[in-house]
């Protein structure tokens, strides 16, 4: 891949982020420090017709992680990095979501501290998850929690766990990669979401290596598109949270992509998909009821790709990363019962 | 383990099935035999409160099976077993459930010709799963799906797969097994769902050798609980199917253990469990909510006796055996409804 030309809105517009590309040999590194700590999951063979001919179709289901999201790879392996004096005072991060639980189960399992500052209002059951890992939660108005997460690490020496724009989140979540071409050596397609972007950053740096043929492709939903304009238009933009905020995929509002993501991105994706709200519906309701698996809609919005796009994706054996199953039951009924209306538009 | 008295309405009284017991031997082999054509299922860590201080528990989910439940591991160790001979003139079996669908499957990953002979009236969606698996499949009456059996294996020289009771089923299922106790090695309770009995006996077989310290506990519906009152009077009664037929759990309908089961349930098995329609449909609710998996009613029976019957149970490391997640849409949806409903009488 040839380096695209520099991007004028870039904070390190001379090259890659300070400390480079996370490369093959991190994450790698990754994947022996979280063995045993991470669920290695499997990759599984969808039937027809989620499968068809021309794309045979499978699923690598993060949703089966202890905490339900893959977000617990780049935590674990974050956690597993730090220093004994850095281990000894704790961790920190700002998050209500599957990074927030990640955290907490990466830092008890190693026996660390972990503190999270959540925003409030949160909902109840975040708080309480959060906690029953052992973790303690400091509850703050939105806007304080950058402050917040700020004031800790000066005042109690905490290591901050950004949720993906950070080297170590990046290699762990790699490893994601590096398990679907061991699974499936001859893989030409990797659908993954999108939400800050450290996923696929991940992903792209160890499919990509080991397998340069194959092309990894992002995926969002329609109203949190903020990647995919990226890519179009060779700049990191930011939606509005009111436009995100819209789509069910609760997991992928993020509104930018992380300064290192995007680096990861620009060099090492081949594309970018967007899916409508009704196409996640669909996918939902096929992941429960052909693959037997209940996906959250951020984490369904590949196989949608898969479904309802296979027009704008190279042909071949492809990959969905369904990237997590953490669902609000009452919501995920409703979804399920309007996917039944979204039809197939051919192969 | 003591040999049990003999029992008078045993076709075999003077000692085990012809052939004996299915040994480790023969589940290693089966291993051996079924390897990359059949899942290598996780054992999944259940979150708290599924699991608790004094039960930890972990799910193992043959729902993932690419044909939806564990009747692929049995059907491909019988069909990777025929002669030459047998293999090119074919397979048969009658069932309208997931052993059709898995010997279809099998067959055609060994490029076998199968016929499975579906009792009338058999729900279309079966009929069209098992043809699109290329079988052949002929209906018939219910009373006369046995004789067409019969005659097909008499004029066109087929070799029938039943579905539990038969020794090459019941090393493939015990792979099961096998892969617990590699996973976790301590494993103190194995809960394994019972209908004719094939998978519980291959699992016993298993776990049973490998560690003589756990225990295998069986687990039906109260609705069809033929084989918890077969191992309490210690002789294989039948119930009617007016009596089985009235449990959600479809898979669990079977009236009586095979003969080869029960050789292996008197001799290996703990205990049998039998749990209520209401602790069904909360395991189901806990089941995707908390572990993220699509069961149905019939492999969630484990999980309810670990959730709701724990003082019947040996305490320790318990591992529920999910053994399928093929549901219809509509009842699977009601079941989670009435599922909010169940309690827990704590641990």
Redesign the interface.
């Known amino acids: 891949v040839a380096d695209p030309p520099p991007d004028p809105a870039d904070p390190h517009p001379a090259g890659p982020h300070p400390g480079g590309l996370v490369d093959l040999a991190a994450v790698r590194a990754a994947a022996d420090r979280i063995a045993g700590a991470v ?4 990759l ?2 969808a ?2 017709p989620m499968s068809t001919p021309d794309r045979p179709l499978w699923i690598k ?1 993060e ?2 992680q ?3 999201a893959f977000k617990l790879r780049g935590a674990t392996n974050a956690v597993r990095m730090l220093s004994a004096e850095q281990a000894a005072r704790g961790v920190v991060a700002h998050s209500s979501g599957n990074h927030a639980q990640a955290l907490a189960y990466a830092a008890r399992a190693a026996g660390i501290a972990a503190t999270l500052v959540i925003p409030d209002p949160a909902p109840a059951a975040k708080v309480a998850a959060t906690e ?1 890992l052992g973790a303690r939660v400091l509850r703050v108005p939105p806007a304080r929690r950058a402050a917040r997460v700020a004031e800790l690490v000066a005042a109690e020496g905490l290591t901050e766990i950004p949720p993906y724009d950070d080297a170590r989140v990046i290699a762990g979540q790699g490893t994601v990669g590096l398990e679907i071409v061991a699974d499936l050596p001859d893989v030409d397609v990797v659908l993954v979401p999108i939400s800050g972007g450290g996923l696929i950053s991940g992903v792209a740096a160890a499919v990509t290596a080991l397998r340069p043929g194959a092309t990894v492709i992002g995926v969002q939903p329609e109203l949190s598109g903020h990647a995919a304009q990226s890519l179009r238009e060779g700049r990191r933009v930011a939606w509005d949270p009111g436009r995100t905020f819209r789509t069910a995929a609760d997991a992928l509002r993020v509104t930018q992509l992380g300064t290192l993501p995007w680096q990861h991105i620009r060099r090492l994706v081949g594309g970018i998909v967007t899916v409508t709200e009704a196409e996640i519906a669909g996918a939902v ?1 096929s992941l ?2 052909a693959a ?4 959250e809609p951020g984490g369904a919005v590949t196989t949608a790709a898969a479904l309802y796009h296979g027009g704008q994706l190279p042909a071949g054996r492809t990959v969905a990363v369904l990237s997590g ?3 609000d ?1 009452r919501a995920w ?1 409703d979804l ?1 019962a309007t996917g039944a209306a979204v039809t197939r538009p051919g192969g």
């Open positions: 669920l290695r999951t499997p599984l063979a039937a027809a289901p949703s089966l202890p905490t339900g029953a309701r429960a009821f037997r698996l209940v996906a199953g953490n669902v039951p009924l399920l």
